[in-house]
Structures are given as structure tokens and as C-alpha cells.
């Protein structure tokens, strides 16, 4: 049991910094509303462009802008 805390205590930080990694690379990502018929100009999750952020990326934008609004 103690092994596997130990190797879910050393993925889990490498497969954190790869996700972020991966956010700042590539911040758009397909949305998930539109993906089986590509570009829908009716979806409002994406306002028919298909892309949209991805998770990682709204929550850094997030927590920039709270540190900015804080901050001045």
C-alpha cells in the first residue's frame, strides 16, 4: 500500500506540470458540443468558431486576473 502512495505522490505533480505545460501550448482546444459535426454557428459554448478554452487555460486566466484586480 505504501508503494502505491509513493507513486501516486510522484505522478501526480508530473502529470499536474504536464497539463499545464500543455494549457500554455495550447490554450484552445475542439468544443465539446460541436465536435461530431465540426463548426455549428448555433452553439453558444463556442459562438460557432468549434474551439473554445480549455479548462486549465480558464482557470489560469482566472486566478491572473484575480491576482491583477487584487493587486491594483
Do not use: E
Request: overall charge positive.
Amino acid at each position: 500500500m505504501a508503494t502505491v502512495v509513493a507513486l501516486l505522490a510522484l505522478c501526480l505533480p508530473i502529470v499536474t506540470f504536464s497539463y499545464i505545460g500543455f494549457c500554455l501550448a495550447s490554450p484552445w482546444g475542439v468544443c465539446l458540443r460541436c465536435r461530431p459535426g465540426g463548426k455549428n454557428r448555433t452553439c453558444r459554448a463556442c459562438d460557432g468558431t468549434g474551439m473554445r478554452p480549455r479548462l486549465g487555460w480558464q482557470l489560469y486566466v482566472y486566478a491572473r486576473r484575480l491576482y491583477r484586480d487584487g493587486t491594483h
